[in-house]
């Protein structure tokens, strides 16, 4: 598995009970609904690292379980920024195309074999205004523990992804507001959307 602060993520999947791959994610009895999304999207990518397989059928694998757990508009816009009001619904439209599918590159091409790697989702989550903050740690056979929080907002009844934060202190959408603000800012939606569609080509490759 390749280091895990690259992913992003950009990501929920089907549900850990269909994929029967609870014994590799600590949960509690009585988890609360933004928490057990986590552990869905947890063992979505767990299956398709014991599946294996080159890094399109991963993509394929993870493309649904992504758009299930993430708010992938709302990730596109803050990313874009104040610029996003002046886009055409057809910019915005081909904007959330290449970012959703950046976003699940990163998981494909990081999450890419299985070696032992195990995930520990809170139970207990902290809440933030109209936000729930899931805390997990992602255990790697090989390397450090890496500590994740997702912020998560309620989206048409479900508990969504927001913002993913490293070691408890990086943003992963602020980071990629401030990467790609001048691709935005000198070339508007199209240029963004060939930045991002020439990142997912060396992602898939």
């Not at 590159?105 to 899931?134: C, H, I, M, Q």
Request: net charge positive; proline share 5%; charged share 20%.
């Amino acid at each position: 598995m390749r280091a895990p602060l690259k992913t992003v993520a950009l990501s929920a999947a089907a549900l850990a009970v269909s994929l029967g791959l609870a014994p590799q994610i600590a949960r509690a009895e009585g988890v609360d609904p933004a928490a057990g999304q986590i552990e869905a999207f947890d063992s979505a990518l767990l299956s398709t690292m014991k599946a294996g397989g080159g890094v399109n059928s991963r993509f394929h694998k993870l493309e649904p379980a992504v758009e299930r757990a993430f708010n992938l508009p709302a990730m596109a816009q803050y990313t874009v920024g104040p610029a996003w009001a002046k886009f055409t619904d057809a910019e915005k439209a081909s904007v959330l195309e290449a970012f959703t599918r950046y976003s699940v590159a990163n998981y494909a091409s990081n999450f890419s074999s299985y070696s032992g790697e195990t995930f520990t989702v809170e139970p207990k989550v902290d809440e933030r205004g109209p936000d729930k903050l899931v805390h997990t740690r992602l255990v790697p056979s090989h390397h450090a523990p890496v500590d994740i929080v997702y912020r998560m907002r309620q989206s048409g009844g479900t508990w969504k992804i927001i913002d993913i934060f490293y070691q408890g202190s990086i943003s992963q959408l602020t980071t990629r507001r401030s990467d790609f603000a001048a691709t935005v800012a000198s070339g508007g939606a199209s240029a963004l959307v060939a930045h991002l569609n020439a990142l997912t080509d060396k992602l898939m490759k």
